[in-house]
């Protein structure tokens, strides 16, 4: 069973900076595709960005050229550094793995609140 957990959430000011970390229980070049999503109170899970095996990431529209989502194979790890945060930045950040012909893979998710 695969296993994702995220870390790095938490309070921030406007304009300040976070990085989050997904740390996957097995060789990440085993997943086509890693990414984040995230989730905001009474609103749908949206994607925010991704990485494919072969390195090409793809953003959201409303995070490019703020966020950066990139990857240390030796450890695992899928991050997703954060600038310039806004408030409406403010969600549950998902950590999500898939692999062809399989459904998703899904981290608990970690708390990212802009505010002042």
């Known amino acids: 069973q695969v296993q994702l957990v995220e870390s790095g959430g938490g309070l921030v000011q406007p304009g300040g900076s976070l990085r989050l970390s997904c740390v996957a229980s097995?060789?990440?070049?085993?997943?086509?595709?890693m990414g984040w999503y995230r989730q905001a109170p009474g609103k749908q899970r949206e994607l925010v960005a991704t990485?494919?095996?072969?390195?090409?990431?793809n953003y959201a529209d409303s995070v490019k050229g703020r966020f950066m989502i990139y990857r240390n194979g030796a450890k695992n790890t899928v991050y997703l550094q954060m600038n310039s945060l806004k408030p409406e930045d403010t969600a549950v950040y998902y950590c999500?793995?898939?692999?062809?012909?399989?459904?998703?893979?899904w981290g608990q998710g970690t708390q990212v609140t802009v505010s002042s």
């Open positions: 990485i494919n095996v072969g390195g090409v990431t």
């Open positions: 999500v793995a898939s692999q062809v012909s399989k459904p998703p893979y």
């Open positions: 097995e060789n990440i070049f085993n997943f086509n595709i």
